[in-house]
């Protein structure tokens, strides 16, 4: 062997190339390659300091801080917001209000009279949506629209965005590398899981917040009730994201764990069909009855839960969504569960 000159690379495993060292256990380099970038988040200065140590704080923020950059790098969080952000800005320039002599008489949306003078002036007890005025029956309208499409098709979106995140840090030589670093396998999966939520969060907060503001400020009727469906969206957002999680760690397919997940949303639709239910004989009533309480009520909170909570009006029942974060529970568990015990 040559003498090694000043500045060559010591023998042994480098970034990304093969090299052989006779003195070593593995003289061909064997090992998974180590992902530089990845490796980079650890070493950042900032993860030097004491509140990072391992006694007063894991480095769960470096893997939080890891999803972020991936996310950034795929362009999902550029598209997520953009999405969001014409939304809103939609809304803004559709939305037209009509005032005559310094009071509102009409409203209009792409063009088209919603709530014309002639309603303004009729005192009408029953309207919908729980509103006491036809002005305040079309902001309860507008946002009950608003927080459904959020629910129904933004839910549906950011799974199909994010949906791929769990397997992609269980990819040979990033999952070997995450293992080399001192944190437990809980707090490796318990980092990425907080990145995910966190976007939705921030996602949904930007969102419906935007939407909120736009109508409150054009009508000048402010509904703060609105903002709850946050929690609500983000909850069952985190519940389906738990099947993705399971799926995802017992199989390392993210096309998969999209398939399951999608396929269960399908099954909570058909099941949430009362009169279906009911028109089953036994002993299939019984085994189809046990599987709509055991699954996420997907279609119950969407069409019960979040409209009572726009409108202001007393929800009936909170069993749907309390029986949905249960699932949630053992799903994540599990997870963990087998995310613990796999062997990579």
């Not at 040559?2 to 495993?13: E, L, S, V, Y």
């Not at 992902?35 to 950042?44: E, P």
């Not at 189809?288 to 839960?305: E, Q, R, S, T």
């Amino acid at each position: 062997m040559h003498p090694r000159k000043p500045g060559d690379a010591p023998p042994g495993r480098h970034y990304g190339i093969q090299t052989c060292n006779p003195k070593s256990s593995d003289p061909c380099n064997r090992t998974p390659t180590r992902d530089v970038a990845t490796d980079s988040i650890f070493n950042l200065p900032i993860f030097n300091l004491p509140i990072f140590n391992l006694q007063s704080a894991p480095k769960v923020t470096a893997l939080f801080l890891l999803t972020l950059r991936e996310l950034r790098a795929k362009k999902i969080i550029l598209g997520l917001f953009g999405v969001a952000t014409l939304v809103w800005a939609v809304l803004a320039l559709a939305l037209q209000l009509d005032v005559v002599e310094g009071s509102l008489a009409g409203i209009r949306l792409f063009g088209d009279e919603v709530v014309g003078q002639a309603e303004f002036s009729e005192p009408d007890a029953d309207l919908p949506f729980g509103g006491t005025t036809p002005l305040q029956t079309f902001v309860f309208g507008a946002e009950m629209f608003a927080a459904g499409a959020a629910y129904w098709v933004g839910i549906l979106l950011a799974l199909f965005a994010t949906g791929g995140l769990i397997a992609s840090m269980l990819d040979r030589g990033q999952v070997d590398l995450l293992l080399t670093k001192p944190l437990s396998r809980a707090k490796i999966l318990t980092g990425r899981l907080l990145g995910v939520s966190m976007v939705m969060l921030a996602l949904l907060i930007y969102l419906l917040g935007a939407v909120w503001l736009v109508i409150s400020i054009k009508t000048g009727v402010w509904n703060p009730q609105f903002l709850l469906a946050i929690g609500a969206v983000f909850a069952m957002f985190m519940v389906l994201y738990s099947l993705i999680t399971l799926t995802s760690v017992w199989t390392e397919s993210a096309p998969l764990s999209l398939i399951l997940t999608f396929g269960l949303l399908f099954a909570t639709l058909i099941l949430a069909i009362e009169p279906l239910r009911e028109q089953i004989t036994q002993p299939g009533r019984g085994i189809v009855v046990a599987f709509y309480n055991v699954l996420p009520k997907f279609v119950d909170v969407g069409a019960y839960i979040v409209p009572q909570l726009v409108s202001g009006q007393p929800v009936e029942s909170w069993s749907p969504l309390v029986s949905s974060l249960a699932f949630g529970v053992v799903a994540y568990a599990g997870a963990f569960w087998l995310f613990r015990r796999k062997d990579f």
